[in-house]
């Protein structure tokens, strides 16, 4: 009994040295975001401007530029990666994510229809994505039934729902071209020219979304179980899957809102916390968000730097790094299964 508490305490006083690392990291990644850009500036600079009563531009540029985009890039990863570590739980697969199996293309394609449709609507884009994400979700696990929702059945009719969409999203584009600039950045996933009020919004939805994510932590676990051991301890399955896919989908909803289309934070980011912690959502779905809100903030980061004079969205920088690991997730598993 003893030992089991020792090496209980010597766990937690691990878990509790990487979650300080992790929120370490993303103080030192977030000083380099603001530092570094077009104007880049050093931390006594910083500080300085920050400090002045007088109006400047190292102050201007700071406080409505780069802080707002730190701390947007921050909400985002996390949300994405509570919404990743969610669905994998709920479908038993570290290949599932809210862009792989179509909840973020639900919800982009109800804002995108209204941006392209009903400009006029814009200030009711964050319920519509929301709604869309929702039926996405509706539409995957409608398609999955039989009998029972199977895991592998969500995937391949996430993937489809997936492949609708973008195909609506493309014919939608190509019939209102003329309005397109202002939603290019969108489908892209871009944090560029985002401000306060885009941070108060996320702030909010993100904030509800990650209460709710961290109250399903026992559900999850029992979901990972398998679907007959969870019943033989009182869990209603198909219920619990729809509940955390909710979750899930309201998280991916409020991203995409503010930050459009970002792919591939909710497949790697739980899986490489997966290696580190392990499975229980108890310390996996913390260190899901510490990790996601580092991750993004980098990417963002390499994207407006990599390239003298030009700026990367965000989203773009996610796939090229995404899209391998993808790949080697899938090649990994394959191997797994043919052995």
Not at 181 to 196: D, E, I, P, T
């Amino acid at each position: 009994m003893q030992i089991n508490q020792q090496v209980t305490t010597k766990n937690a006083i691990k878990l509790g040295a990487l979650w300080l690392l992790l929120l370490v990291l993303n103080a030192a990644m977030a000083l380099v975001a603001i530092a570094v850009g077009s104007a880049g500036y050093s931390l006594g600079e910083i500080i300085r401007g920050i400090c002045s009563p007088e109006p400047n531009p190292v102050k201007t540029i700071v406080i409505s530029l780069r802080l707002p985009r730190v701390l947007l890039a921050m909400l985002v990863g996390a949300a994405l990666s509570a919404a990743g570590t969610l669905l994998q739980a709920v479908m038993r697969n570290p290949l599932a994510d809210p862009g792989t199996i179509g909840v973020s293309a639900g919800a982009s394609t109800a804002a995108t229809t209204i941006m392209l449709i009903f400009p006029n609507m814009l200030s009711a884009v964050p319920l519509f994505a929301f709604g869309g994400a929702a039926l996405a979700c509706v539409l995957i696990y409608a398609l999955a039934w039989k009998g029972g929702v199977d895991p592998i059945r969500i995937i391949l009719s996430g993937v489809a729902i997936n492949s609708v969409l973008g195909a609506y999203n493309g014919l939608l584009q190509l019939l209102n071209s003329d309005r397109l600039q202002g939603v290019l950045a969108f489908m892209n996933g871009s944090l560029s020219g985002r401000s306060w009020p885009h941070v108060r919004v996320a702030l909010i939805y993100a904030s509800i979304g990650l209460f709710f994510a961290f109250l399903c932590i026992k559900s999850a676990n029992i979901l990972q179980l398998g679907d007959e051991m969870a019943q033989s301890l009182g869990m209603k399955v198909s219920l619990n899957r729809v509940l955390l896919s909710g979750v899930s989908a309201f998280l991916a909803a409020a991203t995409v809102f503010v930050a459009g289309m970002i792919g591939f934070v909710g497949l790697v980011v739980p899986h490489i916390s997966r290696l580190i912690v392990g499975s229980d959502h108890k310390a996996l779905l913390p260190t899901c968000v510490l990790l996601g809100s580092f991750i993004l903030l980098l990417a963002d980061t390499i994207g407006r730097v990599i390239v003298p004079g030009m700026e990367i969205p965000v989203g773009i920088v996610m796939a090229v790094t995404g899209g391998p690991f993808f790949l080697y997730m899938l090649r990994k598993r394959g191997k797994a299964v043919a052995s």
